[in-house]
């Protein structure tokens, strides 16, 4: 099952262990409002929205999906093929085949046609990069019955860099961001997202506050 699904939250989840908002210390975040729109590449606090090893004192930051442009060439692949036995209709090559041949062929077609397009979907709507403010997590959705995650927690991150490559990516803004982790798995991509410097300094800013929780925890 996908990593990712809608379940309610509590109200004062927020509250637990003296754990702040990240609104009281991201300036960033501060800015964004909550999202409902589960389609989006770009979903700044999510409501309503939960994953499958998420505690109950964590709250999702962040949630990112690779940018839509990115599923260009399979659009255009798409369109291809659903126009393609309407270019064929009536050539030399099923003038010879009896028209319910080419009923059957055009509707095996359109079905082919049709789990390529679920299947690419499935893909890019499950495929998601979280943040959360306690660790990064780093869902691939291979089908319904497979997929990969890699997780680090905040302390764990040892450097972050975005980088945007090309002309389209620098008018659309999406790039990668590299995170650099102490654990087990010592780089962690979140590829092709919208704006990866915003969240690349979002990143910094729950470092920031991981210092400060654990100073603190030292004071007292």
Known sequence: MPEVFNAPKSKDKNKFNGHRHVDEYS??????????????????????????????????????????VTLFKQVVMVIIAVILPLLSSGSFFTDFLPASYILGLNLGWYLLVFSYTLATFLTWFYSVYIISDERIIDVDFVS????????????????ISSKTSGFLA???????????????????????????????????????????????????
């Open 144 to 159: 319904l019955l497979f997929k990969d995650v890699s997780s680090a927690k905040i302390d764990a991150i040892q450097d």
């Open 27 to 68: 300036e960033i975040m501060s800015q964004e409002k909550p999202t409902r729109n589960y389609f989006k590449a770009f979903l700044p606090k999510p409501q309503k929205t939960a994953f499958d090893t998420q505690t109950g004192e964590e709250n999702i930051i962040l949630l990112l999906r690779q940018h839509p």
């Open 170 to 220: 620098s008018i659309i803004n999406y790039g990668t961001v590299y995170i650099q982790t102490a654990g087990e798995q010592r780089e962690i991509q979140f590829e092709n997202i919208p704006q990866p410097a915003k969240v690349a300094a979002i990143l910094n800013e729950l470092m920031l506050e991981e210092e400060r929780e654990k100073i603190e925890g030292r004071v007292q």
